[in-house]
């Protein structure tokens, strides 16, 4: 079993920044596509940020130009830059596989997740 660990998150003032890793404990990092996915209350978890084994990045309307993913794969790291955080942004953030065509994961294997709090 893949092991996903993130952390960073925290608590934000609005207009704030924070920086998210994910760390996942599997030799094959680099061949896949990763993404961001948060889960706010009462909602849906939802993938905000993708990024492919070749560098590519995609993002969902709701954070583009704001959140900024990258990866180190000598790491098996993701990372997931946010800045100009709104108390819209406040959720627990997870990483996992990601895929562009759906815009998701079948995978069901998840982490912790590290919890945002956008709020004054």
């Known amino acids: 079993q893949v092991q996903l660990v993130e952390s960073g998150g925290g608590l934000v003032q609005p207009g704030g920044s924070l920086r998210l890793s994910c760390v996942a404990s599997?030799?094959?990092?680099?061949?896949?596509?990763m993404g961001w996915y948060r889960q706010a209350p009462g909602k849906q978890r939802e993938l905000v940020a993708a990024?492919?084994?070749?560098?590519?990045?995609n993002y969902a309307d709701s954070v583009k130009g704001r959140f900024t993913i990258s990866r180190d794969n000598a790491k098996n790291t993701v990372y997931l830059q946010m800045n100009n955080l709104t108390p819209e942004d406040t959720a627990v953030y997870y990483c996992?596989?990601?895929?562009?065509?759906?815009?998701?994961?079948?995978?069901?294997?998840w982490g912790q997740g590290t919890q945002v709090t956008v709020s004054s």
């Open positions: 990024i492919t084994s070749g560098g590519n990045t």
């Open positions: 599997r030799s094959d990092f680099s061949i896949y596509t």
């Open positions: 996992n596989v990601a895929s562009l065509r759906t815009w998701g994961t079948s995978s069901n294997n």
